[in-house]
């Protein structure tokens, strides 16, 4: 798999800057996008980030509904029009946006999270709760007894 797996906790310097994993550069490095695409995740209080992968899913989304319809314009504006693009710095590292702390409730430590085609910035103490709950429902999944994943919001 080429993707972003695994999780990574980091500490946030005095400036706000965090290193990318190594693992997680080279995916983007291989994809050929140059910085990385992030956007608040609709679903959790996480950012969601990566690179061509990523943007190409958006695009996939986006191109079931029509390019004028109320659909796509929301959708549109959720991924697209609330996103930023942060520059990885010589040393690997990025500049966390005013977006990507708030949205997150980052101080000074991150999780990057892989997701294969993209990964998620976390607060740790956030990322804790979700993971011990994304086990939980990953199981009654597995096991046949879960269904559709739901959403935080309870929507599937």
Request: glycine share 10%; charged share 20%.
């Amino acid at each position: 798999m080429a993707g972003f797996v695994s999780h990574f906790t980091n500490r946030v310097d005095a400036k706000g800057r965090v290193s990318v994993p190594a693992s997680f550069r080279a995916v983007l490095a291989s994809d050929g996008y140059d910085g990385l695409y992030c956007f608040p995740s609709p679903f959790q209080a996480a950012v969601d980030a990566g690179g061509h992968g990523l943007v190409s899913e958006i695009e996939l989304r986006l191109s079931a509904f029509a390019p004028l319809s109320a659909e796509h314009d929301a959708l549109s504006t959720a991924l697209y029009g609330a996103s930023e693009t942060l520059k990885i710095d010589r040393d690997g590292r990025i500049q966390l946006s005013d977006m990507v702390r708030q949205h997150a409730g980052i101080s000074d430590q991150v999780v990057f999270v892989g997701q294969g085609y993209k990964f998620q910035i976390w607060a740790p103490a956030r990322f804790e709760v979700h993971r011990k709950d994304a086990m939980q429902r990953a199981l009654a999944v597995l096991s046949g007894g879960g269904g559709a994943l739901r959403s935080e919001t309870g929507e599937t």
